[in-house]
């Protein structure tokens, strides 16, 4: 979540979600979770409508965010350090899940899957994975990886090529955006992340901090804790 933030009129939510968000504390927090709140009900709206319209059966719905929360917008991000526009784990590594009634093995569901995916990766996975396009149908260059057999059977792959994929370069910024002033400027020395394996190399990102968790009921704001 980040600013500007838009809560849902109060009309739109059920009573009893009414009383769960009254449990929230920080009024971001709960502006962001009365957020949530619309967009699931959304979810709900479509897989109705992709049922009255046959095309839930063989359908595959993924649910992703596109980055880390804003932690002064509602955000949570504990115990990850960092946040949106950050290459630190808080700004990039985000929930997902994928779901589909008949296309995803018994064995396989409710599963979290331990493997590194990047945005690139769906494209591939869903090709070639889901609908079993030829080989030839994408750009052999291309930077995604298939990964879905690896989610729906991981038992037949060995530790040592148990995911396909085994590095991701998050970045290698040459611009500076200040978003306040909204200037954009070309630095001396490129923000840059890459990951291979469990290591992971930050080259010039800012020096952020982590935020402990809460000890109060729906709390957000504790003091930073620096890294």
């Not at 591939?124 to 260059?141: E, I, K, M, N």
Request: aromatic letters at 10%; charged letters at 20%; one cysteine or more.
């Amino acid at each position: 979540g980040h600013a500007p933030r838009d809560p849902p009129p109060e009309s739109y939510l059920q009573e009893d979600e009414i009383a769960l968000l009254g449990m929230i504390d920080d009024p971001y927090r709960r502006t962001f979770a009365s957020m949530t709140i619309i967009l699931d009900n959304a979810m709900k709206k479509i897989v109705g409508q992709m049922q009255s319209l046959g095309y839930y059966d063989n359908s595959v719905m993924l649910v992703m965010s596109d980055n880390g929360g804003c932690p002064y917008s509602g955000g949570y991000n504990y115990p990850l350090r960092g946040a949106k526009q950050y290459l630190w784990e808080g700004g990039i590594r985000v929930n997902a899940f994928v779901h589909s009634p008949n296309l995803i093995p018994d064995h396989a569901r409710g599963r979290h899957y331990e493997g590194m995916v990047h945005v690139s990766d769906w494209l591939p996975t869903l090709l070639y994975g889901v609908a079993d396009v030829s080989p030839d149908a994408l750009d052999r260059a291309l930077d995604g990886v298939d990964h879905w057999k690896h989610m729906v059977s991981p038992e037949l792959f060995a530790s040592a090529d148990k995911y396909p994929r085994q590095e991701i370069l998050h970045n290698i910024d040459l611009w500076s955006l200040d978003t306040q002033l909204h200037n954009v400027s070309l630095l001396e020395t490129p923000i840059a992340a890459l990951r291979v394996g469990d290591w992971k190399l930050v080259w010039n990102e800012k020096n952020i901090s982590w935020y402990q968790p809460s000890t109060r009921p729906g709390g957000l704001r504790e003091q930073p804790r620096r890294a």
